[in-house]
């Protein structure tokens, strides 16, 4: 059974990057047919896609978030992750990762999401 | 890209039907079939219930369907229990190759 998890820092200081990795077991992140996305949800606000990597290092980026946002793969690790620079309190929220599936909006595996909140 | 439009809130008896619909424009929902709808209970991670328009995932109960019709899409759940009090969001593939979700749509079981 595939899982995702994420992991990194739950406090950022405004101005400063946000890192998450997640990590995929039960599966190879290397196995062509899925993307690995990252979305967010702000506390009692709704879901927002940031953007998806493919094994082979391609990514999309939400239009808003492009100038600021990094997702990179570590297929020897089964991981990828998440960088968002310059942030500030806007950016505190859950961050989510999941699986989607290629030629499909199949988005079938999440991680139960973490909390990141941006305060000084 | 703007965010799908959904209704704020639905409501229904148990055992009634309710639609809940989504719309955008015809460069996400109307231009491509892969409108997927997730439920997400509080404090939990979204669960997909129906991706590619219809398609239910194994496990899924057969209460769920979606439909589209234009630039709206529609989940509508039948037979209506408590466990289906939850929030739903619709979430589709746009023409800049990215996506995007509605806004959430809260479904109270009276």
């Known amino acids: 059974q595939l899982q995702v998890q994420e992991s990194g820092p739950g406090l950022v200081k405004p101005s400063e990057t946000l890192s998450l990795t997640c990590t995929v077991s039960g599966g190879s992140i290397s196995r062509s047919s899925y993307y690995w996305g990252w979305i967010r949800q702000p506390p009692g606000k709704g879901l927002e896609w940031i953007g998806n990597i493919y094994y082979s290092g391609s990514t999309n980026y939400n239009p808003s978030l492009r100038s600021r946002v990094t997702i990179s793969v570590d297929t020897s690790k089964n991981q990828f992750s998440l960088e968002l620079r310059s942030v500030t309190a806007a950016d505190t929220a859950v961050y989510y990762c999941?699986?989607?599936?290629?030629?499909?909006?199949?988005?079938?595996?999440w991680g139960q999401g973490t909390l990141v909140t941006v305060s000084s | 890209q703007s965010a799908l439009t959904q209704p704020a809130s639905v409501s229904g008896s148990p055992g009634q039907s309710i639609t809940i619909s989504c719309t955008g424009t015809s460069s996400d929902v109307g231009g491509y079939d892969y409108v997927s709808w997730y439920q997400q209970h509080p404090g939990k991670a979204p669960k997909l219930m129906i991706y590619d328009v219809t398609n239910r995932p194994s496990g899924v109960s057969n209460r769920f369907s979606g439909s589209k019709s234009g630039n709206t899409a529609s989940l509508t759940i039948s037979g209506l229990q408590a466990e289906d009090e939850a929030d739903y969001y619709c979430n589709s593939y746009t023409s800049s190759r990215t996506w995007v979700f509605g806004g959430g749509t809260k479904v109270t079981v009276l």
């Open positions: 999941a699986r989607r599936v290629e030629g499909s909006g199949r988005r079938d595996y």
